[in-house]
């Protein structure tokens, strides 16, 4: 992300429930429709069924919300439920700055951080590229992990 730009996050309400899933879906497309399996109702359907707005932050570029993660505290960690960055801004640095933002709380907390990809997705190298480690897949999915770091103090 080029340094003059300013990248924030806050937290989501319940009304951008339908902003977020659009958001989803625009994000998932070209992954989904490389395996053959886009289907845009169940792609907001999921997100959807489990929304939490305390849990989702917009992640805001010079005001613009250009994206969004959902980070759920966990048995045994933290989860990276959703990281999604509109197409029209990915490859800017947007993904790496909402992953350091995520590491840092995870160190805070001593936790590790889960993680999962389709299988046909670009966000497997970029998890791999950040430090996580796969675990398992599955027929569509694959499964990370980052261990936490010591916080200095």
């Given at each position: 992300?080029?340094?003059?730009?300013?990248?924030?996050?806050?937290?989501?309400?319940?009304?951008?429930?339908?902003a977020l899933a659009s958001l989803r879906v625009e994000a998932m497309?070209?992954?989904?429709?490389?395996?053959?399996?886009?289907?845009?109702?169940?792609?907001?359907?999921?997100?959807?069924?489990?929304?939490?707005?305390?849990?989702?932050?917009?992640?805001?570029?010079?005001?613009?919300?250009?994206?969004?993660?959902?980070?759920?505290?966990?048995?045994?960690?933290?989860?990276?439920?959703?990281?999604?960055?509109?197409?029209?801004?990915?490859?800017?640095?947007?993904?790496?700055?909402?992953?350091?933002?995520?590491?840092?709380?995870?160190?805070?907390?001593?936790?590790?951080?889960?993680?999962?990809?389709?299988?046909?997705?670009?966000?497997?190298?970029?998890?791999?590229?950040?430090g996580f480690a796969k675990t398992h897949q599955t027929e569509l999915?694959?499964?990370?992990?980052?261990?936490p770091r010591p916080v200095s103090s």
């Amino acid at each position: 992300m080029h340094p003059t730009h300013t990248l924030t996050f806050s937290r989501a309400e319940l009304a951008d429930a339908d902003a977020l899933a659009s958001l989803r879906v625009e994000a998932m497309r070209e992954s989904l429709e490389r395996i053959g399996r886009f289907d845009e109702k169940r792609a907001r359907d999921r997100l959807l069924a489990a929304f939490d707005p305390f849990m989702t932050r917009w992640v805001l570029r010079d005001g613009t919300k250009v994206g969004f993660f959902v980070l759920k505290t966990i048995e045994g960690g933290l989860l990276l439920d959703h990281l999604y960055v509109h197409p029209r801004w990915q490859k800017n640095g947007i993904g790496a700055a909402v992953i350091a933002q995520c590491f840092a709380e995870a160190d805070a907390a001593n936790a590790p951080i889960f993680v999962g990809a389709l299988r046909a997705s670009e966000a497997n190298a970029f998890y791999l590229n950040h430090g996580f480690a796969k675990t398992h897949q599955t027929e569509l999915d694959v499964y990370y992990i980052r261990r936490p770091r010591p916080v200095s103090s």
